[in-house]
C-alpha cells in the first residue's frame, strides 16, 4: 500500500534524509522510531507530500505520490501544526479532512461523516467546541479524526501519542485496532510502543538519516524508548544479523 | 439624514462603505488566522509607490486627470508585493522579516519620490494615506463593486479550501489540496482588498478595517465561519455608521470608522470579561444553562 523507496530529503543546504526505505502493506502497522534529530519527521513530511525529496520514489497503492494520488492519504501531525488565530469547532477542523486535490468544498454528506469520525473517537459531544480550548488529549483526538474521516487506504501519524492522557491513548489504540482490520496500511512515528504496542507489526529504526533497524518490533524497549535517546549502541555498527547474542538484538 | 440620503454623493459613499465594510474582513480572516495581521500594512506602503507611479505614468502620458492611472498603478504594485511576500514565507527565508521590511520603507518612500517627479506633492497623496470616500465618483463605485464580488465570492466561495491551508498547511498538502495556489489566491485577495478599502480609510488605516472587525467577532463567537459571518456585519456597520456621522460632522471618516471600531472592541472585550467572570463564579448558572 505504502512503499518509501531511498527517499533521500535535504533542507537548507543539508542533508537530512540519506535514502530511506520503507513498506507498509494492507493491514499492517509499522511503527517509525528514532531520537530526536534521527529525520523521523521529515520523512513522515515527505510520505506526506509536504516535503519534495531530492531522490527516491513514494508510491500510495502502486500510485505516484502526486496532489491527486493522496486521495487515500490520512495524516496526522504531532500537534496543529498552524493553531490558527481564528477559531475554529471540532467539525470544522475535521471536516476540512474531507477536502482533496479536486474537492475544493465539503462534499453534502460531511456533516454525518464528520460526526462519524469524531463518534469512533469518542469526542462527538465536542463538535461544537474551539478546538484550541481542548485539552492536549482531545486535540490529538480531534487530528486522528480528521485523518479518520478521509476513510483512508494509508494512515500517516507522527506521534499522536506524545503528551496525551491516559484516555486518549486507550481511545487511539482501539480506532488503530480497528483501522487496521479494516486493511489500512499504518505508518506510525513512536518513542514508546505504550498502549499501541499489541498492534505493530514492524519496526523501522532512524539515526542520522539512515534507517539502523527494520524487522519485528521489540518485545520491551526499556531505555530506547526514552525521549531524547540518540540510539547510539557499542555494536551499532554491526549487520544487524551479527547482533544476536550481543545483548542486543533489536533497537 | 433622509434627505441626505437622496444626494448621489451621499448614495455613492454609503455603497462603498457597505462594499468595503463586507470584503474586507473576510480576507482579514485568513490574515489573522494565519498570524499575519499586519500583511496589510506592509501590502498597503507598497501600494502606495503604485499611486505615485500610476500618477508619473498618467503625467507622462498627458492625462487631463493626472491621478487616472493612480488605483490601477496602485493593484499592480499591491498584487506584486504580495506574491513577494507569499514566495518568502512559502520559502521560508531566513531573512524574511528583514527583506519585508525593505520592501515595506521601500514602498512608501518611493512613492514621496515618485509622486515629487511627477509634479504633484505630498498633500497629493493625503487622500491615499488616510482615505477620501467624500470625493468618489461613479466610476469609482463600479471598481470597488467589481473588486468587492471577487473577493465575497473567491473568499467565501473557497472558504472550506482557505480554510484548511491557513489552518494547517501541511495537513493540506497530504490532503493533495493546491497549497501554493490558495496561499497565491490569498495573498492576491489582500491586495485587492487593500487597494479597495483605500479609498475609505486610506492605507496607514486599511489593516485596521481588515482587522478589528474580526478581533471584536473573535470575542463573541467560536467558529471560523461564523467569526467570518459576524465580522462582515461588523465591518458594515463601522464602515455605515463612521461615514454617516462625518456627513453632518467634520470629521475624517477613515480615522473615525477605525476609532469606533477600537472603542467597540475595547467595550465588547471588556463585556466578555465580565460575562465570563460571573460564569466562573456562578458554576450552577452555566450547568443549567
Known sequence: ?251 | MIAMLQEPLVQRMLIVAVLVGASAPVVGTYLVQRRMALLGDGIGHVALAGVAAGWLAGSAAGLAQQDALAVPGAIVFAIVGAVVIERMRESGTAAADVVMAILFYGGIALGVLLIGIAGGSNANLLGYLFGSISTVTWTDVAVTLAMAAVILVLGIGLRSALFAVTHDQEFAYSTGLPVKVLNMVVAVLAAVTITVSMRVVGVLLVSALMIVPVAIAQLLTGSFARTMTAAMGLGMVLCVTGVSITLEHDLQPGALIVVLGVATYIVVAVGAALVRRHRRRSPLAETSS
Open chain 1, 1 to 251: 500500500m505504502l512503499s518509501a523507496r531511498d527517499v533521500r530529503v535535504s533542507l537548507g543546504g543539508t542533508r537530512i534524509l540519506h535514502g530511506v526505505s520503507l513498506d507498509a502493506h494492507r493491514g499492517e502497522v509499522v511503527a517509525l522510531m528514532g531520537g530526536n534529530g534521527s529525520g523521523k519527521s521529515t520523512f513522515v513530511r515527505a510520505l506526506v507530500g509536504a516535503v519534495t525529496p531530492t531522490h527516491g520514489d513514494i508510491r500510495l497503492s502502486g500510485r505516484p505520490l502526486t496532489p491527486s494520488g493522496r486521495a487515500g492519504l490520512g495524516y496526522v501531525p504531532q500537534r496543529l501544526t498552524a493553531a490558527g488565530g481564528v477559531s475554529a469547532t471540532v467539525a470544522e477542523v475535521v471536516a476540512s479532512g474531507l477536502l482533496g486535490n479536486r474537492r475544493l468544498r465539503a462534499p453534502r454528506h460531511s456533516r454525518a461523516r464528520v460526526a462519524e469520525a469524531l463518534d469512533t473517537l469518542g469526542i462527538g459531544d465536542l463538535a461544537h467546541r474551539d478546538v484550541t480550548r481542548l485539552s492536549g488529549g482531545q486535540q490529538q483526538r480531534a487530528l486522528i479524526a480528521r485523518a479518520l474521516v478521509r476513510r483512508p487506504d494509508v494512515l500517516v501519524l507522527d506521534e499522536p501519542m506524545a503528551g496525551v492522557d491516559l484516555e486518549s491513548q486507550v481511545a487511539f489504540a482501539h480506532a488503530l485496532g480497528h483501522l487496521k482490520d479494516d486493511g489500512a496500511a499504518i505508518v506510525i512515528v513512536l518513542h514508546e510502543l505504550g498502549a499501541v504496542a499489541r498492534h505493530i507489526d514492524q519496526a523501522v529504526v532512524l539515526e542520522h538519516g539512515c534507517v539502523t533497524y527494520a524487522g519485528a518490533p521489540p518485545a520491551d524497549m526499556g531505555v530506547h524508548a526514552l525521549p531524547g535517546h540518540d540510539h547510539e549502541h557499542p555494536h551499532a555498527d554491526l549487520p544487524t544479523a551479527d547482533r544476536t547474542g550481543l545483548g542486543w538484538d533489536g533497537p
